[in-house]
């Protein structure tokens, strides 16, 4: 695992730190986790937006059982 530094406002630390104690985590490993979950979010949305842009009328699609998976 790689280490970051990171800045964060005394009311986030608090308010992490209060998170930590009611989920009986460790800090680290709960920020880790809510990151990770932020990352996996912001993905979702840039591919929902590309999904949208490519979701136009006359775009060519492909049906699933023509897709050759090997």
Known sequence: MANASIA???ET?????????VKKQPVQELIEEL???AVEHEEDMAL???SIQRNVP???T???EDIKWD
Not at 13 to 21: A, G, I, N, P
């Open 58 to 60: 006359g775009a060519e």
């Open 62 to 64: 492909v049906d699933f």
């Open 48 to 50: 929902l937006k590309l």
């Open 8 to 10: 964060l406002s005394k």
């Open 35 to 37: 990151v990770q979950e």
């Open 13 to 21: 630390l608090e308010d992490l730190t209060r998170l930590s104690k």
